[in-house]
């Protein structure tokens, strides 16, 4: 798998399925593994906590949520989300530490990934929020990392909130497609081979592909822009800790045991943007979710990662009528346009000789 597809598989959930198995070899071996990110020191210890870097609270609607965004993302890629719904929820939008301008967590020297200790101390700055905003069972509603987030608190807190919208996002990130791994190989992948990789990239190529990237990930050209140079604002190993946590997560079996309810939206992406097959992203959700037995799942066709900018009305549909109890709709492909008819082409029709006037004769032909 080529680095640029290693960070496209953070920034996306199902669009990666399809890819070869192992990643490949690093394209560079001679810069050295990104330093810890600011703030860090060997005097950290595990249990330190790093509260949430921002709160938007927005709206007054009866049903309470917060709202989880991804990887290097703040919380302004909900701002349309929740300027469309003031009246219906109540909304708290939030920044995890080290997104948006902010510190990122304390990390102790030569913690491996597979710890996710920026992953737990995010799992306890949202249980934070809640309990000192005194949330009272909220919706969580998270994209991609975010949604990750929303699935792993639901699964371990399911008394603590009223159900979980995951946004293209998944309880276990595909490494290798249709190859189940358990915890203790996750964790060597993403420990060994993956942290290698990624720490060969330097500050120039990281960004390069961030920007080479975002344009798959939503339609808009314009937010194209903005969400890539939101992005690229994050330092480097502040992204590159959390997407390989990210990737050495893995919350299935929790889930599976949770009461707790779950909305999950696939976004199939177009015909542009697909990696892989249609089937085999559905698959792949198919059977992280067939277990889980409060889990819904629908499909958005025509729609990149981030669902929000793509898709805006049918996301509120399908979020209400979760909430609501209802079936809940996906988005389909649009129809294919009918060809015009093609015309016939016009033929002459030839006409019948006209009679001889009569009494006329034809000339003799000349002896």
Request: hydrophobic share 40%.
């Amino acid at each position: 798998m080529r680095t640029t597809l290693l960070l496209a598989l953070c920034l996306t959930t199902s669009h990666t399925i399809a890819q070869p198995g192992s990643p490949a070899a690093p394209t560079s071996t001679s810069t050295p593994a990104p330093a810890s990110p600011a703030g860090t020191d060997g005097a950290a210890h595990a249990d330190a906590f790093t509260p949430l870097a921002h709160v938007e609270s927005r709206g007054s609607g009866p049903v309470a949520m917060v709202l989880i965004p991804g990887l290097m993302s703040d919380w302004t890629v909900f701002e349309s989300m929740m300027t469309r719904n003031t009246s219906k929820y109540t909304m708290h939008a939030i920044t995890l530490p080290g997104f948006g301008a902010s510190q990122p967590p304390p990390l102790p020297e030569a913690t491996p990934p597979s710890k996710t200790l920026w992953l737990d101390n995010a799992e306890r700055a949202i249980l934070d929020l809640i309990e000192s905003k005194k949330i009272s069972k909220p919706v969580l509603v998270g994209h991609s990392m975010g949604a990750h987030l929303a699935m792993r608190l639901a699964a371990r807190h399911p008394d603590k909130f009223r159900a979980a919208v995951a946004i293209d996002g998944l309880p276990a990130f595909p490494l290798m497609p249709g190859v189940e791994l358990s915890k203790e190989q996750r964790a060597a992948q993403i420990d060994g081979v993956f942290a290698q990789q990624m720490g060969t990239l330097t500050d120039e190529l990281w960004s390069n592909q961030v920007r080479q990237g975002t344009p798959n990930m939503v339609k808009s050209e314009d937010r194209a822009k903005q969400i890539a140079d939101m992005s690229v604002r994050v330092p480097r190993a502040t992204s590159v800790r959390y997407m390989l946590e990210l990737l050495a997560s893995d919350v299935t079996a929790e889930l599976k045991a949770s009461s707790c309810k779950v909305l999950g939206i696939a976004a199939l992406g177009d015909e542009s943007t697909r990696f892989g097959s249609v089937d085999l992203t559905k698959a792949a959700w198919k059977s992280q979710f067939d277990a889980v037995p409060a889990a819904t799942v629908v499909y958005f066709d025509d729609t990149r990662h981030f669902v929000m900018d793509d898709a805006p009305a049918e996301l509120d549909r399908a979020i209400e009528q979760f909430l609501a109890g209802k079936d809940v709709e996906g988005k389909a492909a649009p129809a294919p346009a009918k060809a015009e008819p093609t015309p016939e082409p016009v033929r002459a029709v030839p006409t019948a000789p006209k009679p001889d006037a009569p009494g006329k004769t034809e000339p003799e032909s000349p002896r």
